[in-house]
């Protein structure tokens, strides 16, 4: 090699090195995210005021408990007991089989009226409107402050404190956040109950809610501990085989309408007798419907034990669902919506045709 080239490498090398090293001063630097703000926000100083001054503190979500209801409910309920509160975990609906691995470590309770009475401070959690608090919903008056957490479009922010944040993936995510900013203890069974909403919310990370911070949160809640194939294999890989069995009659039947835009199947109450299944049952069966080619809307209706109907939607993305669900006194997220109405099973099924076909118009 001849000496000039041989100091033009050195040259490059110590370019090299200088473009090394500044690029490790950089790291030095804290890492900043856009949603880790070191300040708390005058809405998480106000829960932490109102969980300081309480003594007793009941959560609450809402009917037909999904894994985040029943996964938010469950992590700040056993982060607020591991401070010393004296803390209700409150359900109003039977836990659907695939949710039971959350009620051994947490004590839910059945709610009845007149249970809320005199708690200095009522969470409700994850629930998009007063009314999906059912029959429970008088706990508003029992609590003397109701803190309102959740991620629905149009909450009517029906609590004394109300903390909506519709970017966010789920109710659990926002309760992560709480957990960070005041400091609250996060055990693994806290970080395995938020851990079940995030994944259940977001089917597995495939929906759009999912964000950077989402995932995340999710690697926080892996470091706390979270025993993920324990929810894998409870929520996912748990079905019951009179559900497949009964899934795979009604996709037999299954006839795709508007040009094979939409799905359209009904369940009856005798159908899911007949079976050994409740209004529970099958709620995968939207998915399924919603998952063929050429479907932008998955409807499914099911006949309640009173004679109405429980309506669900689902929409790849085209249309939005969460108005239509809206037109029958409902709601939800534009892809994910649902509704009941006192209206029984083919009555609803026509009303809900109708507003189909003046949405894909
Ligand atoms: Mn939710």
Known sequence: MNPLSRGLKCIKRSMRYG????????????????????????????IQQAI???????????KSPDGDSLGSVAGLGQA?????????????DKIPERYEFLAEKNPYRMYKKGMGEGMDLVFVLDCGQASRLDYSEGILN??????NMDHHMKNPDFGHINWVNTE????????LELIRKLKLPLNHSVATALYTGIVTDTGSFMYDNTAPGTLRACAELLEAGVDKDRIYREVFQSRNLR??????????????????????????QQTLKNHDLDIQSLDELIDFTRDIAGVEISVVLKEMENGGTKIGFRSKGEYRVDSLARSFGGGGHEK???ATVKTDLEETETSVKKALEELLK
């Open 142 to 147: 029992e609590g003397k402050v109701i803190i």
């Open 52 to 62: 300081e001054k309480a003594k007793t503190i009941a959560l609450i979500s809402h």
């Open 243 to 268: 559900e497949v069995k009964l899934l795979g009659e009604v996709l037999k039947d299954l006839t795709p309408l508007f040009e094979g835009r939409v799905t359209l199947s009904s369940l009856s």
């Open 19 to 46: 473009r090394r090293k500044k690029r490790e001063t950089r790291r030095i630097l804290p890492k900043k995210h856009p949603r880790e703000n070191p300040m708390i926000s005058n809405i998480q100083r106000e």
């Open 336 to 338: 994910a919506a649902g």
């Open 80 to 92: 607020l007991m591991e401070t010393g509160k004296e803390v209700t975990l409150f359900i109003n």
């Open 168 to 175: 966010i993936s789920s109710t659990c995510e926002l309760v």
